[in-house]
């Protein structure tokens, strides 16, 4: 039987900056199929916290429209708000064993705990539940 150590508590995690440029406190990342939040700044090769659990305002894209709370909301990288679909899906073949993998434009954000109407500019998220 396999053992585990406790490592933290994973409200926030450790990222490393791996680009060249400062990350930003509050700068949304795309962390494989989840979003997360930097909790401060985070200087070139240094390792800083990531929320990755937890309510935040975000954003909403342009021509969103009303989001019913409830829904199922995620992040558009292109224009970095918050949509309420998953955006277009293209299919890509794995290099390793050829098999086709859909692929979709926007990742998952979570759910939204407060409804934002058509006019509203800002969404509340539960962010990867």
């Known amino acids: 039987m396999g053992k585990a150590a406790f490592w933290q508590r994973g409200e926030t995690i450790d990222y490393t900056n791996g680009a060249t440029d400062i990350i930003e406190a509050n700068t949304i990342i795309i962390f494989g199929n989840r979003i997360g939040v930097a909790g401060t700044d985070i200087l070139p090769s240094e390792t800083g916290s990531l929320h990755v659990t937890g309510v ?65 500019n800002t969404v509340l998220v539960k962010i990867n539940a």
């Open 56 to 120: 935040f305002e975000f954003p909403k894209s342009s021509g969103a429209g009303e989001i019913a709370a409830g829904s199922e909301v995620y992040y558009s990288e292109s224009d970095g708000g918050i949509v309420a679909s998953p955006g277009a899906t293209a299919a890509s073949t794995d290099s390793e064993d050829g098999e086709t993998i859909a692929a979709v434009s926007n990742v998952k954000a979570g759910f939204v705990v407060s409804g934002a109407a058509s006019g509203s």
